[in-house]
């Protein structure tokens, strides 16, 4: 069964196209705010993204732009009211695999669903074997069964600890604050007193190795 994230601030928009897509044999999640869909498509298994553009607390285009520049190539869907010509030529260039202004038709966006997803099929994809697994010095992270293997040793993780681990593997050398992880992770604002991060850290750590994630004090940690 596919799996399609509606990234959609409209809860009563939202409820109608998951209905309409779980009546057609989909399993679908929803996200409302701009990070939340940002944090949940990375950290999960998703086969198709239905993305409106005028999310609160990061725009559509911005979580378009951010998964793209990550080598992220689920198909997106734009479903948005921006109808302007600008905008459509903007989107697509910015990597969506299509564009639909509101107010739509059910009955369409269910057939571009059903085209964007045999597009996007393994059996027609060549690369879709090596989009499944992430590699970095020693770590194989396989983002179909949310597991590591570590030096040949394959290991559980929970939710939590494979969106850090994803996020670190996609951002290897580069120091990540605190801020950052929880927006791409958890998709929450910053606040200075959670520890949520460094709990999560730990955990880590001790299934990868402690020496593998660097703590960087007063900016925050990133993979060896």
Known sequence: ???????EDDDDIAEFIARGLES???????????????????SNDYQLVILDLGLPNMDGTDVLSQLRSLGV??????????????DRIRTLEGGANDYMPKPFQFAELLARVRLRLSDYSPAKSESAA??????H???VLDLHTHRVQVDGKWKDLSRRE?????TFMRHPGMVLSRASLLSQVWGLDFDPSSNVVDVY???LRKKIGPERVE???GSGYRLK
């Open 1 to 7: 069964m596919s799996r399609i994230l509606i990234a």
């Open 24 to 42: 057609s044999g989909y399993s679908c999640d929803v996200a409302t705010t701009g990070p939340e869909a940002f944090a949940t498509i990375l």
């Open 73 to 86: 190539t689920i198909p997106i869907i734009v479903l948005t009211a921006r109808t302007g010509l600008d």
């Open 130 to 135: 090596s989009t499944s697994q992430l590699t």
């Open 137 to 139: 010095k020693g770590l």
């Open 162 to 166: 494979m969106g850090l681990l994803e």
């Open 201 to 203: 850290i730990k955990t």
């Open 215 to 217: 703590t960087i004090r």
